[in-house]
């Protein structure tokens, strides 16, 4: 697993970005905005059957964090619409990410929806890469040191903010991003599966470090093993305790995180610097997740990328 010299706090630029991105209606809004250009409020609502109040939410949220800017739809009209700004188009890896993954992982037989890169006309597929040596990302070659010493507030934010089902994110159509995100798109798995990634397998040890009831995190533990990303297994020397070790399903899970990390250390960071310096062990440089073609090693920005609904 990771390698580390301190164990970072809860707190870093994740959890920042997540409290902005907010979990699963955010991600469906955002699939909405940055690949099928919707930008008014009317055409969010019928595309993903969210509700009114859900919905000015999650826009509202997105607008007050530089995510979206909130203006008319023609130069002096009244009306006005919801547009991505470059920091909300700069969120395209981490939308990838999850659509490959759900591709990859959850995608029960049909891809309901294809990433082409409009440059070489083929899939983006695996597409989180080291910025570095471009080699795709195993959460075991990433180690890291934290910079962060303080513990961070607003975590009751994150205990109202309720998990969505499958079914409710895909009411109107299927989608890989919808099934990445009934997995990992309320903030507690989120946040869960991040802590097993620094190495945390105990429940104990996930209810100290989190803060979080013990009922609450005993359903998104039994949630997790049940999808197969976490698996339970007798700690070695204490038998009768078990463990919870992600799977390869889990682990495969890494690039969101990842691309999170990079969109929060380049928009969100302050004069300290990133708050947790990762290090890519292959190629022994820094770190930084970057969406790149596996065909044809080119960059990609949301211009160059056709997405294609196919069910
Ligand atoms: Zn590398
Ligand atoms: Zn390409």
Redesign the pocket.
Known sequence: MLQHENLPDSSCSVERSFEILGGAWTFMVLREALFEDVVQFDNFQTNLGIARESLKRVLNRLVRNGVMDHRPLAPGGLRKGYFLTEQGRDLLPALVAALNWGQMWASEGEVPECLT?K??G?PLEQAIVCSHCHTNVDPRDVSFTSRIRNRSKGREKFAKMRYVEQALLERQQPSSIARTMATIGDPWSFLIIRECFYGIRRFDAFQQRLSIASNILATRLKRMVAAGVLQTQPVVDQPHLFEYRLTEKGLALYAVPLTIIAWGDKWLTGANGPPLILTHKPCGHAFSAELR?H??D?TVTLDDVEYQVLT
Request: proline share 0%.
């Open positions: 890169h440059n070489c083929h073609c065909s044809c080119m």
